[in-house]
C-alpha cells in the first residue's frame, strides 16, 4: 500500500491537512524525527477537524526505524525541488512510501544525493517561486501515484 512519510514537519496546519488527505484516501502516515509542535496541538486538530480516528498515524524515531517498520519491498520515492525528474515521468507502485522534508529546508542533502535516482519533483513554470506548500504537494502526488496504481476508480 503507498504511504505518506514526513520528516520533521514544522508546521500544525500541514499536517494535519495531510492528516485529513490520508484519512480520505486511506493511506498510512508516518511522521518521522523529532516535529515542532504537539500532534495534539489545536491547530494540527483543527485541519484534520473530526477525521483523526480514520487516520493510520506511526511515528518514528528516524528514516532507518521507519524503514525497518515498513515491508522489505517498500520503495522509498523522495521529493524535492533540486529533482531533475518530474513526478509526471516516474512510474509509481503500491509498494511506495511518498517521504516528504520540512518545511523550511526540505530532505537532507546528504539523503537526496545517496538516493538520486528515486528522487522526484513538481514542475513550476514560475522560477520566481521557490516551492509550493507542503499539503498542496502531498496531495498532487499522492493523487497521481492513486491513479496510477488503480486505487482511484
Avoid at 103 to 130: D, F, H, K, Q, Y
Amino acid at each position: 500500500m503507498i504511504s505518506i512519510a514526513l520528516v520533521e514537519p514544522e508546521i500544525p496546519p500541514n499536517t494535519g491537512n495531510i492528516a485529513r488527505l490520508c484519512a480520505a484516501t486511506r493511506v498510512p502516515l508516518h511522521i518521522v524525527g523529532a516535529i515542532g509542535f504537539r500532534l495534539d496541538d489545536a491547530a494540527v486538530r483543527r485541519a484534520g477537524l473530526d477525521y483523526w480516528p480514520e487516520v493510520e498515524l506511526r511515528r518514528h524515531r528516524d528514516l532507518a526505524a521507519l524503514r525497518a517498520a515498513l515491508p522489505v519491498n517498500t520503495r522509498f520515492v523522495y521529493l524535492t525541488t533540486k529533482a531533475e525528474r518530474s513526478y509526471l515521468d516516474w512510474q509509481f507502485t503500491t509498494d511506495d512510501c511518498l517521504v516528504f522534508g520540512r518545511e523550511t529546508r526540505g530532505l537532507p542533502e546528504e539523503l537526496l544525493r545517496a538516493n538520486w535516482e528515486s528522487c522526484i519533483t513538481i514542475p513550476m513554470p514560475n522560477p520566481n517561486v521557490r516551492s509550493l506548500n507542503l499539503a498542496t504537494s502531498t496531495g498532487i502526488v499522492l493523487y497521481e501515484a492513486l491513479r496510477q496504481t488503480g486505487v482511484l476508480h
